[in-house]
């Protein structure tokens, strides 16, 4: 038997796999769905001859698979982006046999939008840092929900900070009923329990990156500290992907996004790119160094004040210089 190139797309989805073949003039080989088994899969998409690249577009337990697929099974398989590839759907019905047969034609003509598949490790830490703003998250609403309950009772405290030792023993004989005073211990021992569970998770994030060299030298730059670092690297992972500091600052979100057309130029605020958790650690970051006014950050963000822009738009200024100055800086002197 003859071998051909072929070209395999892989529609994902939690219980089976779309796979589609094709070859190199696009004519249809195979269109058929499988078990989700790395096995199985690469079994399918190697029935016409090993084929030179698999296209999956990037979902949960996508990564996974196709890593296991080029480590186990030696195929080129290649992530793409769903919002792209679902930009180039010329048909309107939605059906896993044309969304396989969409990235093995994508692939075939090297036209694939793709994205970086992230080591193992930048994958495990990724879980650990979502992991981390989850609870964060669910610890800022029970807090919100009891400030809610003391509002509804009319309440108020002498103490300007709340969660302080004496906004907590303030809290304790305040004068609510029986019931608000179950809900409000309800909610403390809930929140005291998600910070237990936050100090837990700290402590596997601080294991895991004690010897990574990218994250301790992120953690010595001013304002950067263990969260900021970790998510960093957790949502950038290899920055020297990225050629120009110009191409990282547009992957982490802090670029302005431009709205212009013919005559009219206008600015559309941030750019929707990159992990929102990303563009938050970074939008903070420029807050604490617009606390120092007398650094090179701090003139900078309060000379776009004084001129007149919103403070929201030198924060942000401020969070795209840092980003393409560190580009510049770990392009000078690389970290092994």
Same mark, same amino acid.
């Given at each position: &038997?003859?071998?051909?190139?072929?070209?395999?797309?892989?529609?994902? #989805?939690?219980?089976?796999?779309?796979?589609?073949?094709?070859?190199?003039?696009?004519?249809?080989?195979?269109?058929? *769905?499988?078990?989700?088994?790395?096995?199985?899969?690469?079994?399918?998409? *190697?029935?016409?001859?090993?084929?030179?690249?698999?296209?999956?577009?990037?979902?949960?337990?996508?990564?996974?698979?196709?890593?296991?697929?080029?480590? +186990?099974?030696?195929?080129?398989?290649?992530?793409?982006?769903?919002?792209?590839?679902?930009?180039?759907?010329?048909?309107?019905?939605?059906?896993?046999?044309?969304?396989?047969?969409?990235?093995?034609?994508?692939?075939? !003509?090297?036209?694939?939008?793709?994205?970086?598949?992230?080591?193992?490790?930048?994958?495990?830490?990724?879980?650990? &840092?979502? #992991?981390? +703003?989850?609870?964060?998250?669910?610890?800022?609403?029970?807090?919100?929900?009891?400030?809610?309950?003391?509002?509804?009772?009319?309440?108020?405290?002498?103490?300007?900070?709340?969660?302080?030792? %004496?906004?907590?023993?303030?809290?304790?004989?305040?004068?609510?009923?029986?019931?608000?005073?179950?809900? %409000?211990?309800? $909610?403390?021992?809930? !929140?005291?329990?998600?910070?237990?569970?936050? @100090?837990?998770?700290?402590?596997?994030?601080?294991?895991?990156?004690?010897?990574?060299?990218?994250?301790?030298?992120?953690? +010595?730059?001013?304002?950067?500290?263990?969260?900021?670092?970790?998510?960093?690297?957790?949502?950038?992972?290899?920055?020297?992907?990225?050629?120009?500091?110009?191409?990282?600052?547009?992957?982490?979100?802090?670029?302005?996004?431009?709205?212009?057309?013919?005559?009219?130029?206008?600015?559309?605020?941030?750019?929707?790119?990159?992990?929102?958790?990303?563009?938050?650690?970074?939008?903070?970051?420029?807050?604490?160094?617009?606390?120092?006014?007398?650094?090179?950050?701090?003139?900078?963000? $309060?000379?776009?004040?004084?001129?007149?822009?919103? @403070?929201?738009?030198?924060?942000?200024?401020?969070?795209?210089?840092?980003?393409?100055?560190? $580009? $510049?800086?770990?392009?000078?002197?690389?970290?092994?």
């Amino acid at each position: &038997m003859v071998s051909v190139a072929t070209y395999a797309g892989l529609d994902y #989805h939690q219980h089976s796999v779309q796979v589609c073949v094709l070859d190199e003039e696009g004519r249809l080989l195979g269109n058929r *769905s499988v078990e989700n088994d790395a096995a199985v899969v690469a079994q399918a998409a *190697s029935r016409y001859g090993r084929p030179r690249r698999v296209a999956v577009e990037a979902c949960c337990g996508a990564a996974d698979l196709a890593d296991e697929l080029a480590a +186990t099974h030696g195929l080129l398989v290649q992530l793409a982006h769903p919002g792209y590839v679902n930009r180039l759907k010329q048909s309107p019905d939605k059906t896993d046999w044309g969304d396989a047969r969409l990235l093995a034609d994508l692939t075939r !003509i090297n036209y694939l939008p793709r994205v970086w598949l992230a080591p193992e490790a930048i994958r495990q830490l990724r879980r650990l &840092m979502r #992991h981390r +703003t989850q609870l964060v998250r669910r610890r800022k609403d029970v807090k919100l929900r009891l400030r809610g309950l003391l509002r509804e009772n009319r309440l108020k405290c002498d103490q300007a900070n709340a969660w302080t030792k %004496a906004w907590l023993a303030w809290l304790a004989t305040a004068p609510l009923g029986e019931t608000d005073r179950w809900l %409000a211990e309800d $909610h403390l021992e809930e !929140i005291a329990w998600l910070t237990q569970r936050l @100090k837990a998770v700290e402590a596997q994030i601080v294991q895991r990156v004690k010897d990574d060299p990218v994250v301790q030298r992120l953690m +010595t730059l001013e304002g950067v500290g263990l969260v900021t670092a970790a998510t960093m690297r957790a949502e950038i992972g290899d920055f020297s992907r990225f050629d120009t500091g110009k191409q990282l600052a547009r992957f982490c979100g802090v670029t302005p996004r431009n709205a212009s057309s013919g005559q009219r130029q206008a600015d559309s605020g941030l750019v929707k790119a990159g992990s929102p958790e990303l563009r938050r650690v970074l939008v903070e970051l420029a807050h604490r160094l617009m606390r120092r006014p007398g650094d090179r950050w701090g003139r900078l963000g $309060h000379d776009l004040v004084r001129r007149g822009k919103p @403070k929201n738009v030198a924060i942000a200024a401020v969070a795209n210089r840092w980003v393409r100055q560190l $580009h $510049h800086r770990l392009r000078e002197q690389p970290t092994a």
